[in-house]
């Protein structure tokens, strides 16, 4: 598309859903690895939400949708496979990036020894992962809607130079 070129109002909603929908990969690992953690102590959202949420977090555990998802958003998204402006290749490389980040945070976490996890040291590190990947993928969904681009510590650093142009 040339420089002066203006998109048409299905074409902006159509990036920005595109955009935004795989930052729901980050979200759903942390909801399935930690449940709501630090909020269920102001809110009930586990009971609240559990009835909805329960077949979509059992289908997405026993399936490698995920996967699938992330291979086919990198391949045809990030890859320049398909022609797409650069704001949906740069929020869909950040929201793969997060998802593994989030993946490597949740790994991380199940490997500590149990009397760590429950003890109030856990309850912080849990508390501050959880916050900082919903955090980060709340502020970019939200970023993405108003249609400019969100600013991730090292992570937007890695997507912006994943989705350059190759020399």
Same mark, same amino acid.
Request: with cysteine; net charge neutral.
């Given at each position: 598309?040339a420089?002066?070129?203006? #998109?048409?109002l &299905?074409? &902006?909603l =159509? !990036?920005k859903?595109?955009a935004m929908s795989?930052?729901? +990969?980050?979200?759903?690992? $942390?909801?399935i690895? =930690?449940g709501f @953690?630090?909020?269920n102590? /102001?809110?009930p959202?586990?009971? #609240?939400?559990q009835p ?6 059992n289908f997405?555990?026993?399936t490698p949708?995920?996967? /699938?998802v992330? +291979?086919?958003a990198?391949f045809?998204v990030i890859?320049?496979t +398909?022609?797409f402006r &650069?704001f949906v290749?740069?929020n869909?490389a950040q929201?793969l990036l #997060?998802?593994l *980040?989030s993946?490597?945070v949740?790994?991380?976490?199940s490997?500590?020894?149990t /009397?760590?996890k429950q003890s =109030? +040291?856990?309850? *912080?590190?849990?508390s501050?992962?959880?916050?900082? /990947?919903?955090?980060?993928? #709340?502020? @970019? $969904?939200?970023s993405? @809607?108003l249609?400019?681009?969100? !600013?991730?510590? =090292?992570?937007?650093e890695?997507a912006?130079?994943?989705?350059q142009p190759?020399?």
């Open positions: 598309m420089q002066g070129e203006s #998109l048409t &299905r074409e &902006r =159509f !990036d859903s595109i795989i930052y729901i +990969l980050p979200l759903i690992e $942390m909801i690895s =930690f @953690s630090c909020l102590t /102001i809110l959202l586990s009971q #609240l939400t909805a949420l329960a077949p979509i977090l997405w555990q026993t949708i995920s996967i /699938i992330f +291979l086919m990198y045809l890859r320049p +398909l022609s &650069r290749r740069f869909v929201g #997060l998802y *980040m993946t490597l949740c790994f991380l976490y490997v500590m020894p /009397i760590l =109030f +040291l856990g309850f *912080m590190i849990e501050v992962f959880y916050l900082a /990947i919903v955090g980060a993928s #709340l502020y @970019s $969904m939200i993405v @809607s249609g400019v681009y969100s !600013d991730i510590p =090292f992570i937007s890695a912006d130079l994943h989705v190759s020399r």
